[in-house]
């Protein structure tokens, strides 16, 4: 009961980082009238947020960082091919450097 | 070498051919593929299939003492425990050395054809009893009341080659698991709640097979570096613009992972959340598997267990995924000057050498039977054996849950519109 009404009320106070990232960022994206969405958002982010917390279905075994490895010093090669310039993007667009389980072409 | 070393004979005679000095070279020299698995054998020899006695005063009445992790008689209450095998099959050699295959005799190849009875000679009073192998390890002899267990290394996976005994008691685990629902009250569903009975949770070993990897890892891809930021436009046209170095990057790493735990039942294997629960039984890995000890059908008294189904051959494409994980894991740190980012594009893996262990962890095992919308799916609330983790899944009441989302958007989007109001 203690944990859930603390997931409630975290999931409360991300509502109001967004409310308050939507009041920051009204003066670039035009107008306050993205505070329509967070009503929506936030229920719908409390709904998932308590389901996970009861269903535990995104869980598993971390074995990256709980299982005993011993790496040699990584070796590599950097090298500069092109620039980009005037983007958008806040990053590199597919970035998967955090995101170890995806797999990537598999080369013999 | 001296005159007697029975390997300078061989080299002596040989001329230039290559020095036999392991046992590796020798059955190379004579003709057997270099790349072909060995196997270590873990068969516990000083156990027979039939009535194994207490060493103090040979009564066969025997089970594992959850609270000393050890064997008790429960006739003269004598403890002992079987030998750790890490010893055995690791031995003192670095993982860093660690060439081919290695497979302990209890992971080998199922045999499907393998009979799913074993007919025991009791040694109290001659009377033959039939066990089925496929559901247990140990049976009471109907004549004479010994109890006969099962230590062969029966090819149907029944016996591993290591066994970690629980360590966590009855009552402990009853405690975590009740201390788990608690917590989960409030939108659980009205059936569960109802029909919550923790003190039905059982102890179950469950089959894994423990993995020493040596293995190397290529992953090439792109990444950026940003080299400015600025904005254009005015007002509420204003937009940001970035302008970023790209690089091809290319990361090696030469690494060693010493008992990687993967699931060798197909059931447990199958993580699928939209039909089952299996994913919370995994979560509560790792467990400190270096205590492993010597099989001994006793440590299952008073347990249940599930029998091993999967092979190397059918684990072997989830070992190499969680290698190539663990490799991005590791080559992570060496990306941080890439602060857009990093796309990983082509991924490499080679598997120097592997030692394959079948072993049976404890799990405490709470399960819970629950059909929603005509669709059956069994909860588990799982708890470690040895260290007490604990993880399971609840069902919840969709009605509550879509209540409480309810109040909360209702009560965010009036402050959204009164901003709204204020600022119009």
Redo the contacts between chains.
């Keep these: 009961?203690?944990?859930?009404?603390s997931a409630?009320l975290g999931?409360?106070a991300e509502?109001a980082n967004l409310?308050s990232s939507f009041?920051s960022s009204s003066?670039?994206?035009?107008?306050?009238?993205w505070?329509?969405a967070?009503?929506?958002a936030?229920?719908?982010g409390?709904?998932w947020a308590?389901?996970r917390?009861?269903?535990?279905?995104d869980?598993?075994?971390n074995?990256?960082?709980?299982?005993?490895?011993?790496?040699?010093p990584?070796?590599?090669?950097?090298?500069?091919?092109?620039?980009?310039?005037?983007?958008?993007?806040?990053?590199?667009?597919?970035?998967?450097?955090?995101n170890?389980?995806s797999?990537?072409?598999?080369?013999? | 070498m001296s005159d007697t070393d029975p390997t300078s004979f061989g080299a002596e005679q040989l001329g230039n051919e290559p020095v036999v000095e392991t046992p590796e070279d020798l059955a190379e020299a004579l003709g057997a593929d270099p790349n072909a698995p060995k196997t270590i054998d873990t068969e516990n020899k000083r156990l027979d299939d039939g009535v194994n006695r207490c060493p103090k005063c040979a009564s066969t009445d025997i089970q594992l003492r959850p609270s000393t992790g050890m064997l008790v008689c429960l006739f003269c209450r004598h403890e002992w425990s079987e030998e750790r095998v890490e010893e055995r099959i690791a031995g003192n050699g670095s993982l860093q050395d660690l060439k081919g295959t290695h497979i302990a005799s209890g992971a080998t190849a199922i045999n499907t054809e393998a009979a799913g009875v074993l007919t025991l000679k009791c040694a109290g009073c001659g009377s033959e009893v039939i066990v089925n192998i496929d559901e247990t390890t140990s049976a009471r002899c109907h004549w004479c009341r010994h109890v006969l267990s099962v230590n062969e290394q029966v090819p149907n996976g029944a016996v591993p080659d290591a066994v970690l005994p629980f360590s966590l008691t009855h009552d402990q685990a009853l405690a975590a698991i009740k201390q788990f629902a608690g917590k989960r009250k409030l939108f659980a569903h009205r059936k569960f709640k109802q029909e919550f009975a923790p003190e039905n949770v059982v102890g179950v070993y469950l089959p894994y097979m423990i993995i020493d990897s040596n293995a190397s890892a290529d992953v090439v891809g792109k990444g950026e570096i940003e080299t400015r930021r600025y904005t254009r436009g005015t007002g509420d046209n204003k937009t940001t613009y970035y302008d970023a170095d790209v690089y091809e990057l290319s990361r090696h790493v030469d690494f060693t992972v010493d008992d990687l735990i993967i699931e060798s039942s197909a059931e447990r294997a199958n993580m699928d959340t939209f039909v089952n629960t299996n994913n919370v039984i995994n979560t509560i890995l790792p467990f400190d598997t270096k205590n492993a000890v010597e099989w001994n059908a006793n440590y299952l008294v008073g347990f249940t267990s599930e029998k091993r189904d999967k092979d190397t051959e059918t684990v072997q494409p989830l070992l190499e995924h969680q290698l190539l994980s663990i490799a991005r894991s590791e080559v992570m740190s060496s990306t941080q000057r890439y602060d857009r980012g990093v796309r990983w594009e082509t991924e490499r893996l080679d598997v120097h050498g592997t030692r394959w262990v079948s072993m049976y962890l404890p799990v405490w095992l709470y399960s819970y039977y629950h059909v929603e919308h005509g669709k059956p799916m069994v909860h588990y609330i799982a708890v470690n054996g040895r260290t007490g983790e604990t993880m399971g899944s609840v069902p919840v009441s969709h009605p509550r849950l879509l209540f409480a989302a309810l109040t909360i958007g209702t009560v965010v989007e009036s402050f959204a519109l009164a901003i709204l109001w204020a600022s119009v």
């Design positions: 009961m203690g944990v859930g009404m409630l999931s409360v509502i409310v009041e003066g670039d994206d035009g107008g306050l009238f505070l329509l967070a009503g929506p936030s229920a719908v409390t709904y308590i389901y917390y009861y269903r535990n279905t869980k598993s075994h074995f990256e960082r709980e299982t005993a490895i011993e790496s040699q990584i070796t590599g090669a950097d090298n500069k091919v092109d620039e980009r310039n005037g983007t958008t993007d806040k990053s590199i667009p597919g970035d998967n450097r955090a170890h389980r797999r990537v072409k598999r080369v013999p």
